[in-house]
C-alpha cells in the first residue's frame, strides 16, 4: 500500500491554486520559412580525378572535366564557375565553340551535351543521347556548325551543333578501309580535318589505319598503314602537307599528304637508335601529340611521355622539341591532357604558342614557352587546396574585418616559392561579379601533415592567406616509428579560433593540442608542455579482490613534472627489477623539440598539451575542444574523459573520465568487458614513482572509474588529488581544484586503494524522493538525484569546505561589483518562461510525470535494482561550451562555467571560479568544481548555445587581441590594467549583480535559454529554473550530423566590438546596463537552429520555439568525409570538403540567394575574333580549295534524316535558363530607367518650384519698381 504524503497534497494545492505567471516580454521570432532556401553557390579547389580539358583561345576560357560528371570553368583569377550533370557519367572530352559562348561535352554514357556560357550559372541547350554505339572521340572545325562523332564501331557521324540533331550523312567503317581487309580497324581514336581544305577528314583507327575521307565525292581518297603499333593521336602541320602521328611503342611518324605508302620519317624521341641485328629500345606510349609551327623558328613538337621502360623510376613528362633541342619537363603526378595555348584560333595559320596547359591527376601546370628553360607560371587559383590531404575544415563568417589582413601580412613575409615565370597568367578571360559580399569571411582548413591554410573566402572567391605548419615543433620521427600508431601523426582533427583574441587551439591525431597566440614580431621562446595522462579503466571480470590492497608507493621525487593522470606530476626516472614494472609508460606520441625555437612572425606556440600512452596503447581521437580568451581556459575530451588547462598558468585544472563527473550518480550500469590485455599489477610496483604507479595500471581500452569515497581523511585527500595540477598545494579552503600555488605533493597510494573499493549506487530511497518530488521532470530527476549523490561520493566535511570556498568566492565578488560605484542595485530584467505561448511540440512541465517515458528520454528507475539502466561501457566528451550562465537552480546571477555534453546525451555543467583580471589571475588560483546540475537528450549531444530573455545569442565573453608593442607600452603606466580590460570587468560584475539580497525560488524567474541539439532531438531549456520549454524530436529513421546555432540576418554590431563602452568612465551600474542592452539590441533577431541529417536534409528551426522553417533534400550523405567537414556559419552560410580536393559552399539564406547571382562571375564577354591568314596571289591563282557548303553535304535535303534509333535528342533548360536571364536583366535595366526618370521628374519639379520662385521675385521687383516711378512721376529734377 502506498504511503500518504500529507505534505505533498499541502504542495499539490499551493501549486493549483497559484495562478501561472505571465511573461513580461513575450519573445517575437522574426525568421519565417520565407527567409530561407538552400542553394550551392561556388566551388573551389583542384578538380577531382579530372578526366578531359579544353580551352578557348578567344575568349582565354579553360574548361576540366571531372570523372565524376562534374565541370570546371576558369578564367582570370577569381573566376571560378562550376557545373554539373545530371547523372554521375564520366567526362571524356570537351570542345569549345570557340567565341561563341557555347561548350561540348562528351560523356561516358554515350550522351553528348550543349552547354549555354553566356549565362552566370550555365546551363543545357540540348543533349543528343546514343542508343546503339559508344563514342569515342568527337572534333569540332574552327567556325563550323557540323560535329563529327567517332564510335566504337569504326563509324563516324555527324550531327548539327544548332538543332543538335543527326545528319543522315554516315561514314561507315566497312567503306573507309580497303575492300582486300579482312579486319575490323578497331574504334575511331583520332578525327581532324585538313588545315587549308575543310573537306578532307582524316580518320585514325585505335589499330594504325589512317583513312582520309573525301567529304565531297565521299569516298576514301587515300589510306595510311602504320606498321607501328596502336595508334594514340594525329595532328596537322599548319599548312596541310604534313600530319604527325604517335604510337604505343613510343614512336612518332611524319606522313605527307600526298604519299600514303610509307612514312616520310619514324622516330623514337626517347629511345636509343637501334644496332644492326637488334631491336629497338622498348619505351611507353605516346598518348598524345602536337605539332605548332612558329614564325620566327622552327616549329615546336610537343609529347607526352615515351621514356624508355628500363629508365625505372622516371616520373611522368612532357617533352618539348624544337629544331635540335629537346626538353624534358617532368611532372610530379601522370599526365591527363596538355593543350598548347597560341594568340590566334585559325588552324591553318602560324600558332606561335606561348604556353602549354599541363593537366596532370591533382595539379594544373602552365610552362612558359617564351622564357629560356621553359619556367611554369605561378598558378593563382587555390589548387594547392589539396597539397596534403583535408582533415578538418572550420568557417567563419562575420569574422573581424581586421583579421584579414593581419594574416594577409604575416602570410606574405613567407618565404614565396622561385623560379616561377615573371609573365602574367595566360587563361585571362571572364569578369568579376558587379557586387561582393558585405562581411569578411575566413575558412581554415586543416591538413594530414599538420598545416593549416587560412583562405580569405570573402564573396565567391578563395585566396590563401597563411600557412602554419603544426609539425615544426616536434622532433622528426623515423620512419618505422611513425607509422607505429598513425599513418598521419600531425593530421589535424579539430580547431578552435577566438576570433577577437586571435588564440588559436589545434588538436592533432596523436593527442596533441597545441595552443597558439598571434604575435606581429619573431620571438625565440621554449615551448611549455603539458603532459596528461587521459584514462578510464575498467576492471577485467577476472580482476584480484577488491579487498586486496595494493603495495604501498613510496613518496614521490622531488622533481617538477608535468600533469599526469588526475593532474598529478610526470613520473620520475626510477629503477626496478622487474621487466614489467621497467616497462615506460605516460610517453606522449610525439617529442616536442627541446631549447629555445625561434617563431616566425603569425601564429606563435603558446602551449603544447599531450595525450601519453598507457601500457603501449596510443590515447583516443579527441571529440571535442573550445577555448575562452577572457577565462584563459582551455577544455578538449576524448572517448576517455575530459580534460581542462589553464594556458595562462600551463597548468591542468581538472582530468577526469567521463564516469567519474558523475560522482557516484552515473545514470549507466558500466559494463565490465574483457580486455585483450589482462596484466597484473607488476612487483616492481613499490619502486615506482607515484604518478608512474598509476599509469602502470591504467589503459586507454581498460577505463577504471574512480570509485567513490566514503571515509573521512586520506581517501578525502585522494579525490582533491584527483584532479589537481601538477605542482598544486592543497588549500581546503578554496574547493577541488586549484591552479598551482604550491609543490606540495600527496602520496597516491590511498588513491588506488580506494579505486579497488566498489562503487555506491544510488539507494532506493533516494530515486524514489527524487521521481516524486520532481513529477518526472527528466532535468529535474538528475539535478536533484546528482546533487545528492555526488555529496555521497565525499565526506560531509569536505562538502562543508567546498560550499565555504564558494560562499567565500561570491563575497569577494559581491563586494568588488559593488566597489563600482552601484548604490542601490536593482534586479535583472525579468523574462519568466515562455510556457503560456509554448505549441504542441511544448516540454512536459512538472504535471505530466509520464512524459519522459514517451519521448525515450532518461528516467531514473525508482527501484533499487540497477537492471532497468542501460548497461554502457564507453562515454566520451562530444560537446563543449565555455559560457557566463546559471549553474545551479537557485543561482540568482550567472557565474563562468563549462557545459559538457558527451556522447550518450548528457549535459553536465563545471563550475569555473576566476580570479580578478589582471595580476591576481596569474598568481591565484582558478576553482574548478561540478555544480551537480545533469540534462538528458536522445543521442550524443553536437551543439550547445545560449539565448538571452529576448531570444537574442549570447556571445562568449573574450579578451580582444591588443599588439605585444602596446601591450609594453601600456603596462609601464601604474594603473596596470588597460582601460579596455577594467570595462570589460565592470560590464561582466553588471551582468553577474544580484538582485535581491535574499531571492527566494518565487522571486527567481528565468533569464536565459539553453538550446542543446543532440543526433536525435533539440531541446530549449530554462535557466535557471532548469525546466524545458521546447522540445522536438528531429528524426526518427535517420541521425543528425552536424548542428549550429547560426544567425542568418548580418550582425550590425558586436558587444566586443563596442569601444564607447569599454573607453567610457563606468561611474553608475544602471546607465551601463542601459548601455549594454542598447549595443545587444543592435542584433537582429534572426537565430535559428541548423542541422544537417545523415539522410541529406538540411532543416532549420526558430528559436527558441523549435518551429520548423526549413527541410529541404539537399546531399545524400554518401561518405562519412561530408559529416566530417560539414560546418555552419553564420549569416546562414556553410561548407563541406565535397571531394577530396574541393570545398562546396552553400547558403541557407533567401537573400543570398537574391544576390548571388550579381555576385557570380561573368564568363562570356563580346570579342572580336581574330582574322584569319591572308593569302597570297600566286597561291590563289594556282591553287584551287574546295569551297564547298556543308548544308549541302549534310543538310536533310542532300543526307536525309538520320535513324531515330541511332540517338535521341533530349532538350535541354539552357534557353529557358537564358530567357529568364536576359528578363532578369531587362527587368532590371527597365527598373534602371524608371529609377532615372523619377530621378528627372524629381529635378524637373525642383525646377519649376526654382522657376515660380523666380516669376514671384520678378512680380515683387516689377511691382516695386512701378511704385518708385509713380512716386517720382510728376516731379522735376531739381524736386529730388
Not at 595522462?533 to 608507493?553: C, K
Not at 517515458?853 to 564507453?874: I, Q, T, W
Not at 564607447?1060 to 533577431?1085: E, F, G, I, M, Q
Request: glycine content about 6%.
Amino acid at each position: 500500500m502506498k504511503k500518504f504524503n500529507f505534505k505533498k497534497v499541502l504542495d499539490g494545492l499551493t501549486s493549483s491554486s497559484a495562478p501561472p505567471a505571465k511573461p513580461e516580454t513575450e519573445i517575437t521570432e522574426t525568421l519565417g520559412s520565407e527567409h530561407f532556401q538552400v542553394s550551392k553557390t561556388v566551388r573551389h579547389g583542384f578538380p577531382y580525378q579530372p578526366t578531359a580539358m579544353a580551352y578557348d583561345p578567344v575568349q582565354h576560357i579553360l574548361a576540366i572535366g571531372c570523372k565524376s560528371g562534374s565541370i570546371r570553368l576558369f578564367g582570370r583569377p577569381g573566376v571560378d564557375c562550376h557545373v554539373m550533370h545530371d547523372n554521375d557519367a564520366a567526362v571524356l572530352q570537351l570542345i569549345f565553340l570557340v567565341n561563341e559562348g557555347a561548350l561540348v561535352s562528351v560523356c561516358s554514357d554515350d550522351s553528348l551535351h550543349l552547354w549555354n556560357l553566356r549565362q552566370k550559372r550555365p546551363a543545357i541547350l540540348h543533349s543528343l543521347k546514343y542508343n546503339r554505339e559508344r563514342i569515342t572521340y568527337c572534333h569540332l572545325p574552327f567556325q563550323s556548325k557540323w560535329l563529327y562523332i567517332g564510335t566504337e564501331r569504326g563509324n563516324v557521324h555527324i550531327a548539327n551543333i544548332e538543332s543538335f540533331v543527326l545528319s543522315g550523312y554516315v561514314i561507315n567503317w566497312n567503306k573507309a578501309i580497303e575492300l582486300s581487309q579482312r579486319t575490323h580497324p578497331g574504334p575511331v581514336v583520332s578525327l581532324s580535318d585538313n588545315p587549308t581544305d575543310s573537306t578532307k577528314l582524316l580518320i585514325g583507327f585505335e589499330t594504325g589505319m589512317i583513312v582520309q575521307w573525301d567529304l565531297k565525292t565521299k569516298t576514301a581518297e587515300c589510306r595510311y598503314a602504320c606498321e607501328q603499333q596502336t595508334l594514340h593521336s594525329l595532328a596537322w602541320h599548319h599548312e596541310g602537307k604534313q600530319f604527325m602521328c604517335s604510337h604505343s611503342d613510343g614512336s612518332l611518324s611524319v606522313w605527307n599528304y600526298r604519299s600514303p605508302s610509307k612514312p616520310a620519317q619514324v622516330f623514337q624521341p626517347h629511345g636509343h637508335p637501334a644496332q644492326k641485328g637488334s631491336k629497338p629500345e622498348a619505351c611507353r606510349p605516346i598518348m598524345k601529340v602536337a605539332w605548332p609551327t612558329s614564325r620566327t623558328g622552327d616549329p615546336f613538337i610537343v609529347f607526352s611521355d615515351g621514356l624508355p621502360y628500363e629508365r625505372s623510376g622516371r616520373r611522368p613528362c612532357i617533352t618539348v622539341m624544337q629544331g635540335k633541342s629537346v626538353t624534358v619537363l617532368e611532372m610530379e603526378y601522370p599526365v591527363v591532357n596538355f593543350l598548347p595555348v597560341s594568340s590566334t584560333p585559325w588552324p591553318n595559320d602560324f600558332q606561335d604558342p606561348y604556353a602549354i596547359i599541363v593537366l596532370l591527376e591533382n595539379d594544373l601546370v602552365v610552362i612558359d614557352l617564351t622564357t629560356p628553360g621553359y619556367p611554369c607560371f605561378q598558378n593563382p587559383y587555390p589548387m594547392d587546396l589539396h597539397e596534403s590531404p583535408v582533415t578538418c575544415c572550420t568557417y567563419y563568417a562575420d569574422c573581424p574585418p581586421e583579421m584579414i589582413p593581419a594574416f594577409y601580412t604575416v602570410g606574405s613575409r613567407q618565404q614565396k616559392k622561385t623560379g616561377f615565370s615573371d609573365k602574367n597568367w595566360p587563361v585571362k578571360g571572364g569578369e568579376w561579379g558587379t557586387s561582393t559580399c558585405s562581411y569578411p569571411e575566413i575558412i581554415i582548413t586543416g591538413h594530414a601533415d599538420g598545416s593549416l591554410k587560412f583562405w580569405d573566402a570573402s564573396a565567391v572567391t578563395l585566396q590563401l592567406l597563411y600557412k602554419l605548419r603544426t609539425s615544426k615543433i616536434f622532433e622528426k620521427q623515423p620512419l618505422n616509428q611513425s607509422t607505429e600508431y598513425e599513418e598521419d601523426p600531425f593530421a589535424i582533427v579539430k580547431i578552435a579560433m577566438c576570433c577577437e583574441s586571435r588564440i588559436l587551439c589545434v588538436a592533432g591525431t596523436s593527442g596533441h593540442v597545441i595552443v597558439y597566440r598571434y604575435n606581429k614580431v619573431e620571438t625565440t621562446v621554449d615551448v611549455p608542455t603539458l603532459e596528461i595522462a587521459l584514462v578510464y579503466e575498467v576492471d577485467d571480470l577476472d580482476s584480484p579482490d577488491t579487498d586486496q590492497i595494493p603495495p604501498p608507493m613510496p613518496p614521490p621525487s622531488s622533481s617538477v613534472g608535468s600533469a599526469g593522470s588526475g593532474g598529478m606530476p610526470s613520473p620520475s626516472p626510477h629503477h626496478s627489477t622487474s621487466s614489467e614494472g621497467a616497462e615506460k609508460v605516460g610517453s606522449p606520441l610525439l617529442k616536442v623539440k627541446s631549447g629555445p625555437q625561434k617563431m616566425v612572425p603569425g601564429y606563435q606556440v603558446d602551449l603544447c598539451a599531450q595525450l601519453v600512452t598507457v601500457e603501449g596503447e596510443p590515447p583516443s581521437q579527441i571529440l571535442c575542444l573550445a577555448i575562452n580568451s577572457l577565462y584563459g581556459l582551455m577544455a578538449f575530451g576524448n572517448m576517455q574523459g575530459l580534460a581542462i588547462v589553464d594556458i595562462i598558468q600551463k597548468t591542468t585544472l581538472l582530468n577526469l573520465g567521463t564516469p567519474d563527473l558523475y560522482g557516484s550518480a552515473d545514470p549507466y550500469t558500466r559494463t565490465q568487458p574483457r580486455s585483450p590485455q589482462r596484466k597484473k599489477p607488476p612487483a616492481g610496483l613499490g619502486d615506482l614513482g607515484e604518478a608512474q604507479a598509476v599509469e602502470q595500471l591504467q589503459s586507454p581500452q581498460r577505463r577504471k572509474p574512480l570509485k567513490a569515497l566514503s571515509k573521512l581523511g586520506e581517501s578525502e585527500i585522494g579525490e582533491q588529488e584527483r584532479c589537481r595540477s601538477p605542482t598544486t598545494e592543497r588549500d581546503e579552503s578554496n574547493g577541488v581544484c586549484l591552479s598551482p600555488t604550491g609543490t606540495t605533493r600527496k602520496k597516491l597510494a590511498d588513491i588506488k586503494r580506494n579505486r579497488n573499493q566498489p562503487r555506491p549506487r544510488m539507494s532506493k530511497a533516494h530515486s524514489t524522493a527524487s521521481m516524486e518530488g520532481n513529477g518526472g521532470d527528466d532535468s529535474d530527476d538528475m539535478n536533484n538525484s546528482l546533487s545528492m549523490s555526488w555529496g555521497s561520493s565525499v565526506s560531509r566535511l569536505f562538502r562543508t569546505e567546498l560550499i565555504k570556498a564558494e560562499a567565500k568566492f561570491r563575497r569577494q565578488r559581491s563586494s568588488s561589483t559593488s566597489s563600482v560605484g552601484s548604490q542601490s542595485p536593482k534586479a535583472a530584467p525579468k523574462c519568466a518562461g515562455t510556457d503560456s505561448h509554448v505549441a504542441s511540440h511544448k516540454c512536459p512541465g512538472r504535471d505530466s510525470p509520464k512524459a519522459d517515458s514517451k519521448d525515450g528520454s532518461f528516467s531514473r528507475s525508482r527501484s533499487s535494482s540497477m537492471s532497468s539502466l542501460e548497461n554502457v561501457s564507453a562515454e566520451g566528451i562530444n560537446c563543449l561550451s565555455f559560457t557566463e550562465s546559471y549553474t545551479r537552480k537557485t543561482d540568482p546571477v550567472t557565474s563562468p562555467c563549462l557545459w559538457v555534453g558527451t556522447t550518450l546525451g548528457s549535459v553536465l555543467v563545471i563550475v569555473l571560479n576566476l580570479p580578478p583580471q589582471g595580476d591576481q589571475r596569474l598568481t591565484q588560483p582558478v576553482i574548478v568544481s561540478p555544480s551537480g546540475t545533469i540534462l538528458r537528450l536522445k543521442g550524443a549531444i553536437l551543439a550547445m548555445s545560449f539565448l538571452d530573455c529576448n531570444g537574442m545569442t549570447i556571445p562568449p565573453l573574450f579578451a580582444k587581441w591588443e599588439d605585444p608593442k602596446k601591450k609594453e607600452e601600456n603596462r609601464e603606466a601604474k594603473d596596470g590594467q588597460s582601460m579596455q580590460r577594467r570595462g570589460w570587468q565592470q560590464l561582466q560584475h553588471l551582468h553577474r549583480q544580484k538582485a535581491p539580497s535574499s531571492p527566494t525560488t518565487e522571486t527567481i524567474s528565468d533569464r536565459q535559454f539553453v538550446v542543446i541539439c543532440s543526433e536525435k532531438q533539440a531541446k530549449v531549456i530554462s535557466l535557471p529554473s532548469q525546466t524545458c520549454a521546447y522540445k522536438l524530436n528531429i528524426t526518427e529513421t535517420s541521425f543528425v550530423c552536424k548542428a549550429d546555432v547560426v544567425s542568418i540576418a548580418k550582425h550590425q554590431s558586436k558587444v566586443g566590438h563596442s569601444t564607447n563602452l569599454t573607453k567610457k568612465k563606468v561611474r553608475n551600474a544602471p546607465k551601463l546596463c542601459c548601455a549594454l542592452d542598447r549595443v545587444t539590441s543592435k542584433v537582429k533577431d534572426s537565430v535559428c537552429l541548423a542541422c544537417f541529417l545523415a539522410n541529406g536534409h538540411i532543416m532549420t528551426f526558430s528559436l527558441p520555439s523549435l518551429r520548423p522553417l526549413l527541410d529541404s533534400d539537399f546531399l545524400p550523405l554518401a561518405d562519412m568525409r561530408i559529416a566530417q567537414t560539414f560546418s555552419f556559419s553564420n549569416c546562414g552560410q556553410a561548407l563541406y570538403l565535397c571531394t577530396p580536393s574541393e570545398i562546396q559552399r552553400i547558403t541557407l539564406a533567401a537573400d543570398t540567394c537574391e544576390s548571388l547571382q550579381e555576385m557570380l562571375c561573368e564568363l562570356f564577354l563580346p570579342v572580336d575574333t581574330p582574322e584569319g591568314p591572308k593569302q597570297s596571289f600566286f597561291k590563289g591563282l594556282f591553287s584551287s580549295p574546295s569551297i564547298v557548303d556543308k548544308e549541302e553535304l549534310f543538310g536533310e535535303a542532300a543526307s536525309g534524316k538520320a535513324s531515330r534509333s541511332v540517338a535521341k535528342h533530349i532538350p535541354g533548360t539552357g534557353g529557358i535558363e537564358g530567357v529568364k536571364a536576359e528578363a532578369g536583366s531587362a527587368m532590371a535595366e527597365v527598373q534602371k530607367a524608371r529609377m532615372a526618370l523619377v530621378e528627372r521628374g524629381e529635378k524637373l519639379s525642383e525646377l519649376e518650384e526654382r522657376t515660380e520662385a523666380l516669376k514671384v521675385g520678378s512680380e515683387m521687383y516689377a511691382s516695386s519698381a512701378h511704385q518708385v516711378m509713380e512716386k517720382y512721376k510728376n516731379k522735376k529734377w531739381y524736386q529730388l
